[in-house]
């Protein structure tokens, strides 16, 4: 049982598509986060959002665009993806983002783009 | 260097074996360490956080050594439902921000 909901839990789409993921965490937490873990790649740290402002933002393409409009809730929005970012996406939350407490993880979206 | 670096192995061990694993950060200004596991196909899920003092949870035992910026996890009886992939992960606090490090994983297969 999870506190961090993640949907849909499979995604396939073409590169002119425009679709969205959808996080809820029910943890009371504060932070949240985007990750993408592609094969035998650690993960890597996409958007971080603390009391729905985001705080990071490591480099990621345009064609991702977060959306955080309450601290239970974040967005991916994708448009225009490329076959590479073809991955699992990850969302997480943490009590704070000061790192010092461990973030829970929702099962993932994975994404495939024909 | 990578920043976080852990073997990938995988350590195949048989049933009620102990095995160790070791990550080495980089960064001296780490400030917090855990462990997770995670699955195949599976979202990774915290297995524990890696205390100074070390710090121990049933079969499982985390340490921290500073001076040499590596931790460890040691699993003493293993099951085969411990064949996993572990999770090494540092936050460190750097002029941009905290940031929170993944190493690539260490897979354990454990064997009848």
């Known amino acids: 049982e999870t506190g961090v909901t993640q949907t849909p839990r499979h995604l396939v789409m073409g590169m002119t598509n425009k679709k969205s993921l959808k996080c809820e965490q029910h943890l009371g937490h504060n932070a949240m986060y985007w990750y993408k873990q592609s094969a035998k790649k650690p993960l890597e740290l996409m958007f971080v959002?603390?009391?729905?402002?985001?705080?990071e933002n490591n480099s990621v393409p345009s064609r991702f665009s977060p959306e955080c409009p309450n601290s239970s809730h974040l967005f991916l929005h994708l448009h225009t993806l490329q076959p590479e970012d073809s991955a699992l996406y990850l969302c997480a939350s943490s009590q704070d983002w000061t790192g010092a407490q461990p973030q829970h993880f929702g099962d993932g979206t994975r994404l495939s783009i024909l | 260097r990578k920043e976080v670096e852990q073997d990938p192995g995988p350590f195949n061990v048989p049933e009620g074996a102990t095995v160790a694993f070791n990550c080495t950060y980089s960064?001296?200004?780490?400030?917090?360490f855990f462990w997770y596991r995670q699955d195949c196909r599976k979202e990774p899920k915290l297995l524990m956080s890696?205390?100074?003092s070390g710090n121990e949870d049933g079969r499982f035992t985390a340490q921290l050594n500073r001076a040499s910026q590596y931790i460890s996890l040691l699993i003493r009886d293993s099951k085969l439902s411990d064949s996993a992939t572990y999770l090494c992960?540092?936050?460190?606090?750097?002029?941009?921000?905290?940031?929170?490090?993944f190493g690539t994983g260490t897979q354990l297969k454990v064997e009848l």
């Open positions: 890696v205390y100074s």
């Open positions: 960064n001296s200004a780490s400030q917090s």
């Open positions: 959002y603390s009391l729905e402002e985001r705080v």
């Open positions: 992960v540092v936050n460190m606090l750097t002029g941009g921000g905290n940031k929170l490090t």
